[in-house]
């Protein structure tokens, strides 16, 4: 019984040390994903809002595991402040901001992006799509829009028309330099 005994003690000793190399791993690699993230954020930040600055910040550094993270944003002409104080279009951009950061760390064959840039103005639409068309050497997108200015930039598009009732018919539309051509689907 004793020799059942010390073998239970000794697994769950040798458990906890498991345990232990693991959140150590874990923690490490937190660490760096979010430095890296941190990093490029700050620069697709000022980028998509053509200034300002923004950051991310760990809630609790010591506990890097159990901590949250802060945004703070700052817009061209705007003071230093939480995500939650934005506007909507401001909220949606610094998200945007994020997500690119993200994929510029972990980056992907394709990204679905729906309507992400519906509460933007004309003018921070159009840097969004420019930066998308620069981005999309890397990640495919596929983006559900109803703006000009994504559209514009966009290689080929995809509309659902509904000549009938409840008939819908898809057209596609292949972008070139030299203007538009029409496709049937």
Do not use: W
């Amino acid at each position: 019984m004793n020799e059942q005994k010390n073998d239970l003690i000794e697994a769950k000793t040798a458990l906890y040390q498991v345990i232990r190399e693991m959140d150590e791993e874990m923690a490490k690699r937190f660490r760096a994903t979010f430095e890296a993230i941190r990093g490029h954020f700050v620069v697709v930040f000022s980028k998509l809002f053509g200034g300002g600055r923004a950051d991310l910040i760990l809630v609790e550094p010591d506990r890097i595991l159990e901590t949250g993270i802060d945004i703070v944003a700052q817009p061209p002409g705007k003071k230093l402040q939480n995500l939650q104080l934005l506007s909507g279009g401001e909220r949606a951009l610094t998200a945007i901001a994020l997500l690119f950061a993200i994929l510029l760390v972990k980056p992907v064959p394709f990204c679905v992006l729906d309507e992400v840039e519906a509460a933007l103005d004309e003018a921070n639409v159009s840097r969004f799509a420019q930066y998308l068309r620069e981005f999309s050497e890397e990640t495919q997108f596929i983006v559900v829009t109803h703006r000009k200015g994504t559209m514009e930039e966009a290689d080929v598009l995809y509309g659902v028309t509904m000549e009938e009732g409840g008939v819908s018919k898809l057209v596609s539309v292949r972008l070139e330099d030299e203007g538009a051509e029409s496709e049937p689907a």
